[in-house]
């Protein structure tokens, strides 16, 4: 028996990384070496379609500010 998968497919259309023309999503979808897949979806002047440049930027990373600002509550705890 196969189930479906819950998520949709965002590669549409995933070709051979070598063959993607100007202008396609560069991630790589499947297969190593010579036979990775991209994506290949259309991301114009980015490397990156808009669902996987969202997943390529990762978590935001705190300003020197908010950095500064853990410490000093930190150790104000510690006293």
Not at 29 to 52: D, F, I, K, L, W
Not at 55 to 60: I, S
Request: hydrophobic share 35%; with cysteine.
């Amino acid at each position: 028996m196969t189930f479906a998968s819950r998520r949709p497919t965002i590669a549409n259309a995933p070709r051979p990384w070598l063959t993607r023309l100007k202008g396609e999503c560069a991630y790589p979808v499947g297969g190593e070496g010579m036979a990775t897949r991209s994506c290949c979806n259309p991301c114009g002047a980015g490397a990156y379609c808009p669902a996987h440049a969202a997943a390529m930027r990762g978590p935001a990373i705190p300003s020197a500010t908010d950095y500064e600002r853990e410490i000093m509550r930190f150790l104000e705890q510690g006293r």
